[in-house]
């Protein structure tokens, strides 16, 4: 079981970082990725923000990736 979870977290990662086919895959980053993806998305309905405007999508994504490792 802990196998197959670990293949559908290589897969999800593939599917996020298409351009990344020759790095290393960690699963730490991709535990790390969701919680900033979840506390990212408190601050925005918290504050009222809209998640769509372009200014904020472009700081999402750097703070959704804050703290990964890079192989």
């Known amino acids: 079981m802990s196998l197959s979870l670990l293949n559908l977290a290589r897969i999800e990662h593939r599917m996020n970082y298409p351009s990344s086919d020759n790095e290393g895959f960690s699963l730490a980053s991709l535990k790390r ?5 979840l506390l990212l998305n408190l601050f925005l309905s918290k504050l009222e923000l809209d998640p769509n405007d372009e ?3 472009s700081a ?3 703070l959704r990736d804050y703290g990964i490792i890079v192989a």
């Open 33 to 37: 990725t969701s919680a900033n993806e």
């Open 60 to 62: 999402y994504q750097e």
């Open 55 to 57: 200014k904020i999508q």
